[in-house]
C-alpha cells in the first residue's frame, strides 16, 4: 500500500461518535440543572414544558413541533403536568384535536421554577465560563438548523 492510500483512507476516517458525546453532555447537563429543579419538585423536561405553555390554548402538534419533540414522548411528558393539576386539557371545537394551557397553579410553579431555573444557569455560567457558555448555545443552535432539513418529517 502506497502512503497517498494510506493517507486517503484515514483522511475518510470518521471522526469520534458526535451523538455518543451529545449524549454523554445532555446527561451530565440534565443531572445539573435537576440538581437545582429538585428543591421545587420538577424534573428538566417538566421545567421545559411549563416554559413553553401559555394561558393560550396549544395544540399537542404547536407544542411538539416547538420543542422539536415527537406526540408521543410529549403526551408522556405531559401526564405528570395534568395529573399535578398545572396543566389543563382544554376544549377544542375539534374533537380529533387535543389543546392544552397553563393553569394559574402551572403558573405559579413555573414562576417558582424559573428562579431555581436562573440558580442553575448561572452556576453553570461559572462553571464552563460566561463567553464558553455562549459560543456552546450558538454552536448548539447552529447544529439544530443544520440538522433540520436532513432529518424525515416524522422527526
Not at 406526540?71 to 399535578?84: D, E, H, Y
Amino acid at each position: 500500500m502506497t502512503s497517498g492510500t494510506a493517507q486517503a483512507r484515514e483522511a475518510r476516517a470518521p471522526l469520534p461518535c458526535t451523538g455518543a458525546r451529545a449524549r454523554r453532555l445532555t446527561r451530565r447537563m440534565t443531572a445539573f440543572y435537576e440538581g437545582y429543579l429538585r428543591e421545587v419538585g420538577l424534573r428538566l423536561p417538566q421545567y421545559s414544558l411549563l416554559m413553553h405553555l401559555t394561558r393560550a390554548p396549544q395544540s399537542l402538534l404547536h407544542l411538539a413541533e416547538r420543542m422539536d419533540m415527537d406526540r408521543t414522548t410529549l403526551t408522556r411528558a405531559l401526564k405528570p403536568l395534568v395529573a399535578a393539576g398545572w396543566v389543563v386539557r382544554h376544549a377544542s371545537d375539534d374533537a380529533r384535536q387535543r389543546l392544552f394551557v397553563l393553569s394559574d397553579s402551572g403558573r405559579q410553579k413555573r414562576d417558582q421554577a424559573q428562579a431555581v431555573w436562573v440558580e442553575a444557569q448561572l452556576a453553570l455560567e461559572a462553571v464552563l465560563g460566561r463567553d464558553f457558555t455562549a459560543e456552546l448555545n450558538a454552536q448548539l443552535e447552529a447544529a439544530l438548523e443544520r440538522l433540520r432539513p436532513a432529518l424525515s418529517p416524522e422527526n
